[in-house]
C-alpha cells in the first residue's frame, strides 16, 4: 500500500536540462515536502507547501523550484540542471490534524528519485 | 532556524550490545522529536518520536530522553541485533510544520 509515489527512480539528465520530479500522496495530508539526501549532510529541505497554491523555501532552494497545483501533487522543478544537484530527492508528506497520538507531524517518504546530472 | 547537530556519525557495536546516539538543536521552541530509520535502498521510517512535555519514552528495545533545558535528546538501543544496522536520523519540528534533520549516524551491529 504505496502511500507516497515518486514518478521516476533513477534519472540520467544533461547539464543544462530542465527537470520535473513528480510526487503523489493518497493521504489527504496538508503539507508535503522536498528533500536532498546526500552522504554526511542528511536531509536537507529545498521547499515545502501547507497547501495548494502555496509553497515555503527550505533551508537550499537555490536552483529549485515548486509546484502544487493539486492538494495530492508537488512537483519539484530543476529550471537549468547542474552537476552539483547530483543527489537523492525523497519527497514526503504529513498531517497537523488529529493530535499527537494520531501522528500528526509524522513523515511519510517516497522511495526517492536518485537523479544524475553529467 | 533550527539546527540539529547529531553524533557520531557512524558507530559499530557487537551483537547485544547497546548504542545511543545523541542529538543537539538550537530552537528552544521546538517540541516534537522523531527518530527515523533507513535502511539501505529503502526510505525512512519513523521509529520512535517523544514530545516536549514529556522526557522518555520507550518502545521495547528503543527508547528516547529528551533534555529541554540542554536541548539534547537521544536515541538508545539495547540488545542490538544485526537488523537494526542503518542510518539513523534525528529530527526537531520548530516553526509550523518543518522537520530539521539532523547528519545522520551509521549503526552497523556486528554479529
Known amino acids: 500500500d504505496v502511500k507516497v509515489t515518486q514518478s521516476s527512480r533513477y534519472l540520467v539528465k544533461r547539464t543544462g536540462e530542465k527537470v520535473f520530479l513528480e510526487c503523489v500522496q493518497d493521504?489527504?495530508?496538508?503539507?508535503m515536502f522536498w528533500y536532498r539526501q546526500d552522504p554526511g549532510l542528511g536531509l536537507r529541505l529545498i521547499y515545502f507547501s501547507y497547501d495548494v497554491k502555496m509553497k515555503e523555501k527550505g533551508d537550499i532552494p537555490e536552483g529549485y523550484s515548486v509546484s502544487r497545483e493539486k492538494k495530492e501533487r508537488f512537483s519539484l522543478i530543476l529550471e537549468s540542471a547542474s552537476t552539483n544537484q547530483t543527489s537523492m530527492y525523497l519527497c514526503a508528506s504529513s498531517s497537523d490534524t488529529g493530535g499527537p497520538l494520531s501522528g500528526a507531524n509524522v513523515l511519510t517518504f517516497g522511495a526517492g528519485s536518485r537523479l544524475t546530472v553529467l | 532556524g533550527e539546527n540539529v547537530e547529531q553524533h557520531p556519525s557512524t558507530l559499530s557495536v557487537q551483537e547485544g550490545d547497546s548504542a545511543v546516539i545523541k542529538c543537539t538543536y538550537s530552537d528552544s521552541a521546538s517540541n516534537y522529536f522523531p527518530w527515523y530509520k533507513q535502511e539501505l535502498g529503502k526510505r525512512p521510517q519513523l521509529i520512535i518520536d517523544?514530545?516536549?512535555?514529556?522526557g522518555e519514552k520507550k518502545d521495547q528495545r528503543i527508547a528516547v530522553t529528551l533534555n529541554k533545558t540542554a536541548k539534547h535528546f537521544s536515541l538508545h538501543i539495547t540488545e542490538t541485533q544485526p537488523e537494526d544496522s542503518a542510518v539513523y536520523f534525528c529530527a526537531a519540528l520548530s516553526s509550523g510544520s518543518r522537520l530539521t534533520f539532523g547528519e545522520g549516524t551509521q549503526l552497523t551491529v556486528n554479529p
Open positions: 493521504m489527504d495530508h496538508e503539507n
Open positions: 517523544i514530545r516536549s512535555n514529556v
